[in-house]
């Protein structure tokens, strides 16, 4: 006779109260409410903890793995999500309503918030940073050809107006200003 696994419940038996399924992937904080915490996992589900509760208050299936969450610094109820397909999402969770998306050719290493809230600096697999604008839609904002290798992540300084940072798997850390852009509205390097 086989032996049979018995299907996890939780207590109340209700499965969107169960953790996830496959590893999990990325992890955020809201800066507002800090018992808000997402999860992005391999089982392509990104999911709304209350931590004060140690329950799930939200799950949803988002079709690819979500390599990166994080929440809106200004608005506390707008999520962000980088996904393995190349896709970036931005959503308002109250409603489950998107509010822009924008695909890549490329995959996306890691993201973060310009000082205005205004745009996204994303570092990418294949050498290069970029911007998304998302006042008026999620419109390009910049593409800079950075390095051979993968840009392995971009962050913005919360001290200094402007500085971002990006790291490379070619061992070099690059300092950029945002606030002195070239021609082509890419961040002119430090």
Known sequence: MPI?????????????QLG??????????N???KNILVSGSADQTVKIWD???????????????PD??????????????????????????RDKKEIGSYKFD?????????????EIHLSFENGYMGGIDFRDGFKPSYELK???????SVAANPKVKGMLGSTSTDS???????????????PSLV
């Open 51 to 65: 931590l004060t509760t140690q329950k799930v208050a939200m799950t949803e299936n988002i079709g690819a793995k």
């Open 31 to 33: 800066n507002f409410k």
């Open 146 to 152: 950075v390095s051979k290798k993968s840009i392995t």
């Open 68 to 93: 990166s969450v994080a929440w809106h610094p200004e608005n506390e109820s707008v999520l962000f999500v980088a996904t393995d397909d190349h896709t970036i999402k931005a959503a308002d969770i």
């Open 172 to 186: 070099v850390i690059r300092i950029y200003n945002s606030g002195n852009r070239d021609q082509k509205n890419c």
């Open 20 to 29: 996830h399924t496959d590893a999990v992937i990325s992890l955020a904080l």
């Open 4 to 16: 049979r696994k018995k299907k996890k419940k939780n207590r109340n038996g209700n499965p969107d």
């Open 106 to 118: 490329t995959s996306i290493e890691s993201f973060c918030f310009d000082h205005s809230n205004e």
